[in-house]
C-alpha cells in the first residue's frame, strides 16, 4: 500500500478545503432550499458582452493569446482605471489579464513573499488569502476587524500586528464576507504606517462597482504615492455577472507584474480567449449594466435590512459588495449550529462566519445576489426559525 500522507505536500495536505461549499453541497442534495450561500450574480452576462463572445467563437478566433492577455484588453483595463479611480497604468507593462481574481492573488503572492515574511490578513474575509500565503511559504498574521468598527480596517489595529517580519498587507475591501468598506478617511490613518514599516499592499477590489450610498470604492493606489508599493486585484465576475467566464486581472508595478507573468506563463500560458473578447465590449460598452445591477443590489440590501429590523436579527449596514453579516450570538447557537439547523429544518442555506477567519464565529453570512422572490421566502424561513427558537428556552 502506498503511504500517501508520505507522498504528498505536506503544506498543501494541511490545508482545510473552503468552509463556503460545505452548505452548498448540502443544499444540492436536498430539494425545495433556498441558498443564499454563494456570491454569484443571478444576473445574467448582458446580452451584447454575451455577443462578443459568441461573434469570436463564430469568426474562429480560438487560438492562444498572449501571455498578458490581448493589449486591446489591456489597454481598456488601463482606460478602466483612469475613468474611475484616476489611476495611470501603462498597459504593456503594468497590466496581467489572468484566470479570474484568484490567480491573481496566488500569484501576487507567490512573487512578492519569501518564506517566513509575514502577511497581515483582517478578517473575516474571503477564504483563499490564508491558504494561498501559507502554500507561498508566508506566515499569515491575522486581524480580527470588528463590527462596532463597521469590519474596517483601524490603524491601531495595524500597528498592534507589524514585526520586522511584516512584508505585505491585504487589503479585502469592499469586504466578503461583511460587506464593509474602507472609505478614503480610513485608508488615510493607514497608508503613514504602512509607509513608515516600507510594507507592499495587495488590495482586492473586486467588488469595487459595488458601493452603496453617495460615496464610491476609492483605491488605495491611487492615494500618496501608494501606487508604486500596491498590486489591484479586479475581474469581471461580481461587476459584469460574468463568474463562469474565469477573467481577472492584476496591476502593479512593472517590476512586479514581469514576474507575475512569468509564473502566469509557466502554470497557464493564456486567459480564456473568448473571455477576454467578451471582456473587451464589457469595459467599452458595460458602465451602464453595472449601473442597473448595482442599483438591483441596493434595492435588495435595503429591503434584508429592513427585514432584519423587523425580526430583531442584529446586523450593522453593508455599504459594499453584496453580502449582509448578521450577529447570531443572542440565538445562543454557534455559527456552524445556526446554518446546520436552518437548513435541515427550514431548507435555507446561508454560510457560517467561521468559515472566513475565527473572529466570524457568532454571525452567518447571507448572499443578496438572489431575486427579491428569492430572498424574501428565506427571510420569512429564517423568521420563524428565529421564533421557534425563542420558544425553546
Request: aromatic share 10%; hydrophobic share 35%; with cysteine.
Amino acid at each position: 500500500m502506498i503511504d500517501y500522507d508520505k507522498t504528498l505536500n505536506g503544506t498543501i495536505r494541511d490545508v482545510k478545503p473552503s468552509g463556503i461549499r460545505k452548505f452548498f453541497d448540502i443544499a444540492n442534495e436536498m430539494d425545495d432550499v433556498i441558498s443564499l450561500s454563494i456570491g454569484e450574480p443571478d444576473f445574467k452576462t448582458p446580452w451584447h458582452i454575451r455577443q462578443a463572445g459568441i461573434d469570436s467563437l463564430e469568426k474562429g478566433r480560438t487560438w492562444y493569446t498572449p501571455n498578458r492577455g490581448f493589449g486591446e484588453l489591456r489597454t481598456e483595463i488601463a482606460k478602466y482605471y483612469k475613468r474611475k479611480f484616476d489611476l495611470e497604468y501603462n498597459p504593456d507593462s503594468d497590466v496581467l489579464v489572468t484566470v479570474g481574481g484568484s490567480e491573481a492573488i496566488d500569484l501576487a503572492l507567490r512573487c512578492i513573499v519569501n518564506k517566513g515574511d509575514e502577511v497581515l490578513i483582517p478578517q473575516p474575509s474571503f477564504v483563499c488569502y490564508e491558504p494561498l500565503t501559507i502554500m507561498a511559504g508566508g506566515k499569515p498574521v491575522l486581524i480580527e476587524t470588528k463590527q462596532e468598527n463597521n469590519f474596517r480596517l483601524t490603524a491601531q489595529e495595524l500597528e498592534e500586528n507589524i514585526t520586522d517580519k511584516t512584508k505585505l498587507l491585504i487589503l479585502p475591501f469592499p469586504n466578503n464576507p461583511t460587506g464593509g468598506i474602507m472609505r478614503r478617511e480610513d485608508l488615510e490613518k493607514i497608508i503613514p504606517i504602512i509607509k513608515k514599516h516600507n510594507i507592499f499592499v495587495l488590495s482586492d477590489e473586486i467588488y469595487a462597482e459595488l458601493t452603496y450610498g453617495e460615496q464610491r470604492h476609492v483605491s488605495i493606489a491611487s492615494l500618496d504615492d501608494m501606487q508604486e508599493r500596491t498590486v489591484v486585484i479586479n475581474g469581471f465576475s461580481k461587476a459584469y455577472a460574468m463568474t463562469g467566464w474565469r477573467l481577472g486581472y492584476a496591476l502593479g508595478p512593472c517590476q512586479i507584474i514581469d514576474q507575475m507573468t512569468k509564473l502566469h506563463q509557466y502554470g497557464i500560458m493564456s486567459s480564456p480567449t473568448t473571455a477576454q473578447y467578451a471582456a473587451i465590449d464589457a469595459l467599452k460598452n458595460g458602465d451602464k449594466d453595472i449601473e442597473n445591477m448595482r442599483s438591483e443590489y441596493d434595492m435588495r440590501r435595503k429591503y434584508i435590512l429592513g427585514r432584519f429590523e423587523k425580526i430583531g436579527f442584529d446586523c450593522f449596514e453593508p455599504l459594499g459588495a453584496f453580502y449582509a453579516f448578521p450577529c447570531i450570538k443572542s440565538t445562543g447557537l454557534s455559527s456552524e449550529e445556526f446554518c446546520t439547523r436552518l437548513i435541515k429544518e427550514k431548507h435555507v442555506a446561508l454560510v457560517p462566519g467561521n468559515a472566513f477567519g475565527s473572529s466570524g464565529e457568532g454571525y452567518v453570512r447571507m448572499s443578496y445576489s438572489y431575486s427579491l422572490k428569492h430572498l424574501k421566502l428565506a427571510l420569512d424561513r429564517i423568521e420563524t426559525f428565529l421564533e421557534e427558537l425563542k420558544n425553546e428556552d
